[in-house]
């Protein structure tokens, strides 16, 4: 489609060169005229003259023997899936007194990144202490009522009363431990002399910023979002793959990512896993690929961002392969150019018929459907030039 694309403009361009160089025959000035219009070809050969040739910085290349595996392109997007990613919520009401969170910034699990003033954490605090207190008052108290009621001195309700109150402190005082724990605050440590008003915030897991929602001063409650985190060392790759396609894919595969905005640029994936579910929309197939190489490579990829995947579904083995950009889409067919002839008045090309295979590294395999004399000079670059002059287009010198 591309190639496509780009020979419509090169044909655009050329018809409206001749269109100028036919309004120039029309006036006055005609020793002026430099648009030269190619002929249809002699004996069905395209023609480009000696200045043509330079203009286009026509190379060559020859049909030779590659190892190209059968490839499959779908589309892709960079992805870190939601058990990656992590939301710092308040899990109580407050202030938000202290935000250590920087966007983009990157943090360990367990990080502080926040803090939250709740003043009425004293009460609770308090209550755990005073029941602390009790607690040693009533275990007393309880001791002495037994040693009564062992030596009949005492009525049993007495004892009974002082087991109950026993009891019922220890009660509370697992209660109130497990509050405090919720809090931050480690009971067995809580003493009048580190009473705190502060809860901290803590990142649960490892990796990159990525949002904050919420500044210093404002109030929370439970629940409200401060900021978000995602581990981008689980970025990979979701490849769609159609449902007509997707006995060709399987576990192990090798992927070949690039960005549409550069195309010379290739990255390696594996496919290490398939879902079992087909999208209703798409009707196609997730499947995940890990992204392989150096990480430094990658520092720039972000979640979200879409890509072109190759995926090499099986090996053809040696195939006759020839440079990308030495065939040409012509309508429904495709086509190479290689040099019949060349003379004082220019180069002359002839063209045949071929068929597409698999590609990769900028080569593909092709299969000649008319014969191709041994060792002939076929075009890479300025393909598309040469089948604008078979064409018969105006081109401006």
Not at 175 to 202: E, F, G, H, M, S
Not at 291 to 315: C, K, M, R, Y
Not at 318 to 330: F, G, R, T, Y
Request: charged share 20%; proline share 3%; aromatic share 8%.
């Amino acid at each position: 489609m591309k190639n496509t694309f780009f020979f419509l403009i090169i044909l655009t361009a050329f018809w409206s060169c001749g269109e100028a160089g036919h309004s120039h025959e029309a006036g006055a000035d005609n020793n002026h005229d430099h648009t030269y219009t190619a002929p249809q070809g002699v004996d069905g050969l395209a023609h480009l003259s000696p200045e043509q040739v330079k203009l286009a910085g026509i190379e060559y290349a020859v049909l030779a023997k590659k190892n190209i595996s059968e490839d499959l392109r779908v589309n892709a997007q960079l992805v870190v899936h939601q058990e990656h990613t992590a939301e710092v919520t308040a899990f109580s009401d407050g202030i938000l007194a202290d935000l250590r969170a920087t966007l983009n910034a990157t943090v360990r699990k367990g990080q502080v990144l926040a803090t939250v003033r709740k003043p009425d954490l004293l009460d609770m605090q308090q209550q755990f202490l005073e029941n602390k207190d009790r607690l040693v008052f009533l275990q007393s108290e309880f001791d002495r009522y037994k040693l009564l009621k062992d030596a009949d001195a005492t009525a049993l309700k007495n004892f009974q009363k002082a087991d109950a109150d026993l009891r019922t402190a220890k009660t509370t005082a697992a209660v109130l431990a497990a509050k405090l724990r919720q809090y931050q605050i480690n009971p067995d440590k809580l003493t009048a002399a580190n009473l705190t008003t502060q809860l901290t915030l803590t990142s649960p897991v490892n990796g990159i910023v990525t949002a904050i929602h919420s500044n210093v001063g404002a109030a929370v409650q439970p629940g409200t979002l401060i900021c978000e985190v995602m581990d981008m060392s689980q970025l990979h790759a979701d490849l769609w793959v159609y449902e007509k396609d997707i006995l060709k894919v399987k576990n192990g595969q090798l992927v070949q990512l690039v960005f549409p905005a550069d195309a010379s640029k290739i990255y390696p994936a594996v496919i290490y896993s398939l879902d079992k579910t087909l999208d209703p929309e798409k009707r196609a197939v997730r499947v995940h690929a890990k992204l392989q190489g150096s990480p430094a490579a990658q520092t720039n990829f972000v979640n979200g961002a879409f890509l072109e995947a190759h995926i090499a579904t099986s090996d053809m083995g040696s195939s006759d392969a020839l440079p990308e950009v030495a065939v040409v889409q012509e309508g429904e067919d495709d086509f190479i150019y290689y040099l019949e002839k060349e003379s004082t008045e220019g180069h002359f090309f002839k063209k045949i018929k071929v068929q597409k295979g698999g590609s990769a590294n900028g080569f593909v395999s092709v299969t000649l459907l008319e014969a191709l004399p041994e060792g002939a000079k076929i075009v890479s670059k300025g393909a598309y030039y040469v089948s604008a002059q078979g064409a018969g287009v105006a081109v401006e010198e």
